[in-house]
């Protein structure tokens, strides 16, 4: 009995130990894994003045006035067209979607 327990303590021991030393060493290897962008997509970046006008209503509408845009981007995605504007309110960054028309998007 006593062999048998001590067969399946070294077994476990040797599985962990091989485990820790087969995870990959690539000192270049990104800390995070990212998406790959959707196949149908693409983001081209605005200039805030070329924007349309309703998205320039609805950024300094109520629900966005605390908030300033710093860049935009309109970003065409399986079929759909919206502007992507990244804002700042003091220390918070967000961003948000708006269609052409000035209603959020999607």
Request: hydrophobic residues 40%; proline residues 5%; glycine residues 2%.
């Amino acid at each position: 009995m006593k062999k048998f327990i001590l067969s399946a303590a070294i077994a476990a021991l040797s599985t962990v130990a091989f485990a820790q030393n087969s995870e990959p060493t690539n000192s270049e290897a990104p800390a995070q894994a990212t998406e790959a962008p959707a196949q149908d997509s693409s983001s081209t970046k605005v200039e805030l003045t070329a924007l349309p006008d309703a998205v320039k209503t609805t950024l300094t509408s109520d629900a966005y006035k605390a908030w300033t845009a710093t860049e935009a981007f309109l970003v065409k995605e399986n079929g759909k067209e919206y502007y992507q504007i990244n804002v700042t309110k003091e220390e918070e960054k967000g961003s948000v979607k708006i269609n052409a028309d000035g209603t959020p998007a999607s």
